[in-house]
DNA sequence: GATGAATGAGGGTTCATTCAT
DNA sequence: AATGAATGAACCCTCATTCAT
């Protein structure tokens, strides 16, 4: 049988390649390091035996490779929808800070997905190969924000006169660092919840249309 | 001997493990990930052998946080003291966004950085650790960081009418944004040439005093 | 799967972990000392692979353990089936000494048996704790002999004037010296041919029934 | 310099020689097995360099077989001493069994050394070799046992119908086997205190002259 | 297709021994 | 003579991968 290649459309996954995603992506969540997780941990939380992973997978890194990517494009699907119901960039603003002020596991994975788009590890290499697939392309967080920033510009809720990539920029600089600044309250010593006001002011002065 | 906690002044490391802990940054830098480096490669690299690396540190783990808690004291101390000379605000960030544009190893195992402090492995909580040690508070980037920014608000240059935290957040946020921008540009998909310019000014507009 | 704790009924240890015993009893006859046993020389004599070693068993030392155990319990029922079979505590105690007298591996094997039964190394700790489990009562020497002298006192041919105890006791004393005896004859210095007569009449003298 | 053999006289023994046997037998009363014993744990206890152990000695087996012959040789020394002040056998007798009641360390590894005695693992066989030495010969447990039962014989007090070397069979068979129901009596399961005088008057039975 | 027992290469760690000081 | 930092061979144990059932 073909192996899976970790682009399959959402609903061809197979229910045991599917649990045993959903296993990968709860032990990042546990804090566990995207290499360091052991085939027999994935395959016994999935409930499946151990040689059934490679009729599947060719590789235990590409098992942990298709779960990483197969999240980052679940979450992304979910969040383009979420975000289009909203009716102002405000609301959708105000949503993506309430998502991050809640600290949990998912937190600290989605922090882990942001590392693997931007260091130069083996692993994160092969993720970002696949993620550089057509079949993905819709899904790439660029995208995503690329589209949903579009429409603000065209509601003339944001500014026009700096190029798209520019404000995409801005909105990941300020989501990401607040994520940051929740995940590790005592590492970087702020108090997240005097800053949230701040962030959205920020957001809104630097890329909102002014007056 | 007493073995190396990690927080020995850079004087006081002894040349052997000086030799070890630059094997283990040159190797980050080549992407690497912490936790799969192997001691062999280590002591090969510094020239020594394997048994000598048990001489001063207890474990791998240990060897590669005291590495990496190292190489963040040496580089926020370098960093403060350049940035000190500069006489202005602007020329600090001049130079932050100059030192940022150089696409190396050592902007990879920079971000590399980033994500130890924000991500919940084991690992990472390692290195937290061991940086929450008052021999280690004056090196912290926050510190670094509020202090040059406290030195721009005196001197008027910065706006004094937010904490000074928001100060520190913001400039993290772009600095860190900015960085992995430049180092996975077609992962980003944005001309980092192009962004400079809209960076600075949107620093300067957002933490700068105005009028 | 279950490790093995080297309570198993004979019947259900598995073909590779009795082989694995196999190896090790005969590493011990030959002389090498439990705890200096490599568990890659284990597996090489057992025909199997290392790491099934570990499917097995948890470490080299319950390995080793577990083969004692298992080899005590094999000895000692064996012993009291073929001393059941004697029709008198005299022929009982002929064969014990006639089985004393061959000079081989297992003499010295044994004797590495009584030594761990008492001395207090951490290894010898950990097969007696083994042995105080109740699976392994019934195969306790200090039992065995108990049953095949009680059988002796109700024949009639055995003192019943002094507790059973004191009976297991002296057989014990006698049977273990002899063996150390014949096992290092020229560092005891004695003549064991010469000796054996005298152990007997000295036995029977001691604790069979007189006139 | 020439290296240590272990036979010299105990007044030639250099001080830092003295302090590692020391160790060494405090270690084996501890419980250590004898090749397990670290030689970095021998120099730290006797408070000497590591190095020095490898001018007195030429491997680890070395110091640790020494230490035992030292020690063999200063006990079976110290008991003839102490035997011989005795006047009849009956006080000797009660005095071996005095001090083989009290349950300590010592009695472990005294027990140890009748092991090394009796095994034929290459740590025992190279202890052996060095009591075969004709330096060492007055200090064989049998030769001192040899004469002190003989002395009793000659005072009419013991039997001299037998070979002397079954006398000392004999009192070896009860006095180590008792040492052995002392040390270990949870796992023997017999009550010492009641067995104490079992064994003295079997002894008396069995060797003592009748009559 | 599914399994899990078996494997063995690989890597962390220990520790006896050496040797320059 | 005494030392202890340095070494690397040795050995335990892990775990990705295979394959017979």
New binding site residues.
């Given amino acids: ?1 073909g192996k899976i290649t970790g682009l399959e459309n959402v609903h061809q996954v ?3 390649v599917r649990r045993m995603y959903a296993a990968v992506i709860q032990l990042i969540e546990e804090g566990a390091d995207a290499t ?8 016994d939380r999935a ?17 942990v490779a298709c779960a990483v990517v197969y999240q980052i494009q679940r979450v992304f699907d979910w969040l383009e929808n979420v975000l289009s119901e909203k009716k102002s960039f405000g609301d959708q603003l105000n949503f993506l800070l309430d998502a991050m002020s809640i600290q949990d596991g998912r937190k600290h994975a989605f922090l882990r997905f942001v590392n693997l788009l931007t260091d130069n590890s083996d692993f994160s290499r092969s993720v970002r190969e696949k993620m550089e697939a057509e079949e993905f392309s819709q899904y790439l967080p660029v995208r995503v924000f690329g589209r949903i920033l579009q429409r603000g510009v065209d509601r003339g809720e944001l500014r026009a006169d700096v190029p798209l990539e520019y404000l995409i920029y801005n909105i990941f600089s300020h989501l990401i660092t607040y994520m940051m600044a929740v995940a590790t309250e005592n590492c970087f010593r702020v108090d997240s919840q005097m800053m949230r006001p701040l962030v959205y002011q920020g957001i809104m002065n630097e890329i909102g249309k002014t007056g």
Same sequence: chains 1, 2, 3, 4.
């Fill in positions: 049988m197979p229910p045991k360091g997780i052991r085939v027999s941990t994935i395959t409930g499946i035996g151990k040689g059934t992973a490679y009729e599947y997978f060719d590789s235990k890194e590409d098992i």
